[in-house]
């Protein structure tokens, strides 16, 4: 409980979110959201990736 009193102040400090709004937020999809990553700091397929840097690379199964 004392860790998600901490939660709650860190989110006023950093975010000035209410703790009564957080309340009444669904916990799940709100840790989701605060987690999200840019889509360039997203984890990607190596493969993908080096395909997108233009070296050839044939497709698995070809």
Same mark, same amino acid.
């Given at each position: 409980? $004392?860790? &998600?009193?901490?939660?709650?102040?860190?989110?006023? !400090? /950093?975010?000035?979110?209410?703790?009564? %709004?957080?309340?009444?937020? $669904?916990? &799940?999809?709100?840790?989701?959201?605060?987690?999200? !990553? /840019?889509?360039?700091?997203?984890?990607? %397929?190596?493969?993908?990736?080096?395909?997108?840097?233009?070296?050839?690379?044939?497709?698995?199964?070809?």
């Amino acid at each position: 409980m $004392e860790d &998600f009193r901490y939660f709650k102040k860190q989110l006023f !400090k /950093e975010y000035g979110i209410l703790p009564g %709004d957080l309340d009444h937020q $669904e916990y &799940f999809s709100f840790m989701e959201m605060l987690n999200a !990553k /840019e889509p360039d700091k997203r984890a990607a %397929d190596p493969l993908d990736v080096a395909r997108q840097m233009g070296l050839d690379i044939p497709k698995e199964g070809v």
